[in-house]
């Protein structure tokens, strides 16, 4: 089955840089196109970045563009987030999903962003 395990969520100061990984198995991850989402305390989720299954710049949320980053290894099944001058309102959970089917989630790692 579609499984997706985060990885890498903590703590960090406004301004610093966290790197988020999302290891997928269960599918042809390299066909696939993979996103990141996130979801603060008390808000709904909402998107962060999109790759497509051959790669490229990707694409970004307004309120992340330039300081993050979303690429794909897909020959270790992998997607990462590199986030940086991170900042308070980036405090979330957040997701990989698989854009299979209706969708898959991974159960999320806590981003905390405060001094």
């Known amino acids: 089955q579609v499984q997706l395990v985060e990885s890498g969520g903590g703590w960090v100061q406004p301004g610093g840089s966290l790197r988020l990984s999302c290891a997928a198995s269960?599918?042809?991850?390299?066909?696939?196109?993979m996103s990141w989402y996130r979801q603060a305390p008390g808000k709904e989720r909402e998107y962060v970045a999109r790759i497509f299954s051959a790669g490229g710049s990707g694409n970004y949320a307004d309120s992340v563009k330039g300081r993050f980053t979303i690429s794909r290894d897909n020959a270790k099944n992998t997607v990462y987030l590199q986030m940086n001058s991170l900042k308070p309102e980036d405090t979330a959970v957040y997701y990989c999903?698989?854009?299979?089917?209706?969708?898959?989630w991974g159960q999320g790692t806590q981003v905390t962003v405060s001094s």
């Open positions: 999903k698989a854009e299979l089917g209706w969708g898959y």
């Open positions: 269960g599918f042809t991850f390299s066909r696939n196109t």
